[in-house]
């Protein structure tokens, strides 16, 4: 019984760790292609002006 529960135990702290590891990997990812595309994101409120930078 010990047995099985550790390599469930096991089984579900890999799961966990790769999650991580690719949610890491997939911010990292993004922030920088975000960065490398535009300078900024225009935002247009009701009766406000704007200008482009």
């Known amino acids: 019984m010990e047995e099985g529960r550790r390599k469930i135990r096991i089984c579900l702290m890999s799961i966990v760790l ?3 590891v ?3 990997f997939y ?3 993004n922030d920088a292609e975000a ?3 535009g300078a900024g994101t225009l935002i ?3 009766g406000a002006e704007y200008h482009v930078c």
Request: hydrophobic share 40%.
């Open 18 to 20: 790769a999650a991580v």
């Open 22 to 24: 690719i949610g890491i």
């Open 27 to 29: 911010y990292y990812y």
């Open 35 to 37: 960065v490398s595309n």
């Open 44 to 46: 247009r409120r009701p």
